[in-house]
């Protein structure tokens, strides 16, 4: 590690109930991945500071990544209808808790596309998203619809939104109950949180061991599971009205399957190219994700 970057990284406590008790599950590279032996939270340190993640990590190679087992996606653009159709689906799951219409903010919204899905059935929609994706956001939903600022550095009306959504974003924040508590105070008190984040107690995240797709060391700080979630979601304010991982498939290329098995043996990974299409749609759901709607309590 650089001098420049050592000065930037830090050996957080956790953040869920502020320990520094912890017992190491495994350690690759410079990082190490533990578990808090008061809350069991499991998480990664060191990690880099909340600026030098957004330079370094969150910069425009994320979105075309050329290492994506290790970071970002091969191509988000260009899986644009993809990912609607895993959110049109996630919204037909989702949407008996939801009033019909209203406002909603998708807090780390790529390139829009679950807003867009919402627009499109008469939501008012505000998306935030720091990094360079924010342009494609706004040439898809108009400038005024999307915010590009740090997540942490938000200020939004309290008690606005009917409806705020995280998708796959509460694991890269490095104070994810900071962001349930801004969020809880953004949120009508009638109002519906949805979120997912992997869940490191799934059967996958076992059997795969360290050789489980989620972990991305540099961008996964944060790995939940249910309790650890009903916790953070507790002292946020908020009470669970359902958590789901039936709901948590993607519709993704064969190439994004044979790469993300990469991480569990390239020999499989290998085959896998050669077995699918690459451009083949493929829905798939390793029940190693959580998706929880709560409601302010
Ligand atoms: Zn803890």
């Known amino acids: 590690m650089s001098a420049a970057l050592e000065s930037a990284v830090l050996d957080p406590a956790c953040a869920l109930c502020g320990s520094r008790e912890r017992r190491t599950r495994f350690k690759e590279g410079e990082h190490a991945i533990v578990t808090c032996t008061e809350c069991d939270l499991t998480y990664v340190t060191p990690r880099m500071t909340a600026e030098l993640l957004l330079s370094a990590v969150y910069d425009a190679d994320y979105w075309h990544s050329a290492r994506p087992r ?150 996964h700080l944060h790995h939940f599971h249910a309790d650890t979630l009903k916790r953070a979601l507790r002292e946020s304010g908020f009470e669970i009205v359902e958590r789901r991982r039936g709901l948590a498939g993607k519709h993704v290329r064969g190439s994004f399957v044979a790469e993300r098995a990469a991480r569990v043996s390239p020999a499989l990974s290998r085959a896998l190219h050669r077995l699918l299409p690459a451009d083949r749609a493929l829905y798939v759901n390793l029940f190693d994700e959580l998706i929880v709607t709560a409601r302010p309590r």
Do not use: N
Not at 95 to 104: F, L, N, S
Not at 177 to 185: N, P, T
């Open 70 to 219: 290790e970071r970002g996606y091969a191509d988000y653009l260009a899986d644009r209808a993809l990912h609607e159709r895993t959110f049109r689906r996630r919204w037909r799951g989702i949407r008996r808790h939801a009033p019909r219409t209203g406002r909603a903010l998708d807090l780390g919204c790529a390139d829009g596309a679950f807003l867009a899905v919402l627009r499109e059935v008469g939501w008012q929609v505000q998306g935030v998203e720091p990094t360079a994706m924010a342009a494609a956001a706004r040439e898809r939903l108009g400038d005024d619809a999307i915010l590009q600022v740090p997540i942490e550095l938000l200020r939004l009306p309290d008690a606005h939104y009917d409806l705020i959504t995280l998708w796959d974003v509460l694991e890269h924040l490095p104070d994810p109950v900071a962001c349930l508590k801004s969020a809880r105070e953004w949120l009508r008190p009638d109002g519906l949180l949805v979120l997912e984040t992997q869940d490191v107690r799934s059967f996958a995240a076992r059997v795969f061991g360290r050789r489980w797709h989620h972990y991305k060391h540099a961008e």
